[in-house]
């Protein structure tokens, strides 16, 4: 199994960007999918998730600026992030629940800068 994430890049302040992150192998199910960003010197943290019926969680700080969407039958998770700052710098990183039929485990992707700068 692989998550491969996508869609990072150097903004300016208040631009958007959208990132993906697409599950592959021998996939029976996915259950929570994540977002999770790590600044420099700073500890990973859970940004946004969602269940496989489209419940979300946000944390604070991206609340009605950023939006975690899924395509099931594509088996990838999406982050819409509008009205990026500065401190919105980090590396993004997926994270999905994998159900294979015969082991299930949490996966990570391998992360994608996501630059704020003037």
């Known amino acids: 199994v692989q998550l491969q994430a996508s869609g990072g890049g150097l903004v300016q302040p208040g631009e958007s960007l959208r990132l993906s992150c697409a599950a592959s192998g021998s996939i029976v199910s996915i259950g929570l999918m994540g977002w999770y960003r790590q600044a420099s010197g700073k500890q990973r943290e859970l940004v946004a998730q969602?269940?496989?019926?489209?419940?979300?969680d946000y944390t604070d700080s991206v609340k009605g600026r950023f939006t975690i969407s899924r395509d099931n039958a594509k088996n990838t998770v999406y982050l819409q992030m509008n009205s990026l700052k500065p401190e919105d710098t980090a590396v993004y990183y997926c994270n999905a629940d994998i159900i294979m039929e015969y082991s299930s485990g949490f996966y990570w992707g391998q992360g994608t800068q996501v630059t704020v700068s003037s």
């Open positions: 969602i269940t496989s019926i489209g419940n979300t």
